[in-house]
């Protein structure tokens, strides 16, 4: 099953012209309304109006992790606070204050819609979200269900009240972090209870890297299948990379994010597919706090390959998936 | 400010006729999908058909709060599992977990933005919630704000988190339950900050029931405008009742709900306004667990005066009110 037929099997040229449309219209606003990338953008003697084609990206300097460090929100933020529909803070890795327009919000919907979707959850499925409120990819998640037609259940931090849902309301899936999920599955063995004896069969764990070394434990443990979910602090969001029945990688959302691959240590970009580099992303919809070709820190290589789902965006593999 | 002219300046006729038409779908609806309300209906004899006019409900039987501890939640559903929106577990007076289809979440947020709305919440508003996710009456005052236009900061139930989100985004509104407001004004003076330093000035608090002890404490203690919500494990919401800025008893939601005064101890239902009993109510729109005639156990005199905000809604009063 597919969320949004159109776009996740759109051909490459109506890709590429959607794209550019979309990042020079991002370049622009980042210029004229972040103060953060003004500055940035007039040192490195950037003008948005010299950006001609896709490839022009390249001349836009990275944007750095430690930079975002030392800078607050509110250089980041295009738009008055009164303009600003959520404000939420995303703890890994280190705090980051996220602040959402009503189209940034809906953005990440549709990009959770599709993941969830591709995680095969439809209709039929009673899901629930572990969590902690602050976390508000949950958000997200639970407008994506409400989308998709299956019943939310949102779990809570109370081991207790978590408990008493598990069994009223047979819950067939789980999305949360790895770590609560385990400590969830350790606390029901401390009760005499056993994970796999609940009608639990599917897990959507959220990690702050693309690795998700937990996953063949999880796996094993739960006897559930688990699907990856990238839960990024600097983009605010949940969706922006997903894996589908294949498992092999995951789909980027190239309709909301431009990826490049750069050299480690380095500022070369590497063209050819299926290299291994340093993955930089830029948003292309963002518009409380665009990100220009932030460098992830993550080491992928990206495939062209095509997928057994027919989807059409491309994937990237990590050193540790199952490519 | 009104969310819903139209509505809450209904007429006395129109919404007399409104509330027939509805009442009767319930009542036919309960007795024909809920296997709890076609056995009570049978035990007393009682048929839908029966009912002719809005008085007629008084021919109905009570729901007491010990039946529905007796029960599942599976005897009160009117619908298979499948068809269900959203599980969640309200926590007081006791653990009960409440079903809803997509219409019953889109009834809850409309209620929800009324009484955001009456409590002054606009689009330049930046309101903090503050709660477990598991208390699901805050996904609807969430989607409420983004109704309105206003900014959600999903608070935590971890102070430190909580105190960045604070700090950061300026939340000039807290929508929580006063034990949990309580515990963050205690947390900060722990922590040698005072509340009134915050740009804070306006707290809704969930309350388990119509009187809020806490309000006056509240109030002073933060230095800020105090609105009680009326947060019901029974119906699954927080939007029955709402304070306007009459903050002159509560306006009940009456193209939501049926109100009754019924004496106390008795079934004698009081037809006079302005006279103390036992308010009952019966649902009007819910469809995955309408709730007919349930005696809430809450002391209140109803008003039908006409109150300062125009709006047309009769008003509950309690004891411990301001009135």
Redesign the interface.
Known sequence: MLANREMEQINSEALKALQFERLHKTLEWAYSKSSFYRNKFDESECDPKQFESLTDIEKFPFTLSKELQQV??MDLLTLP??G??????W?HPQ?T?HMYT?ND?AANVEMTSRVLTAAGIS??S?VG?L????D?G??DA??A??AI?A????????YE??L??LE???VDTIIGSARRILRLVIQLQASGLEISNFPLHKILCLNETLQNPLKMHLEKRTGTEVYDLFSSAEFGCIGMFFQCEGHVGQHIQQDYFYPEIVAFGGNEVIHEFNCMGELVLTTLTAEAMPLIRYRTGQAVMITDEPCTCGRTFIRIITPMSSF
């Open positions: 607050s929100a606070l009164s600003v529909a959520r404000i939420s803070l703890e705090p204050v009503i919000i209709r039929a009673i979200l969590g902690d409120m602050a508000s949950l958000f639970q407008q269900l409400e037609g019943a939310a259940v949102p779990l809570s931090t109370d009240r978590t008493k849902l009223a309301a047979h």
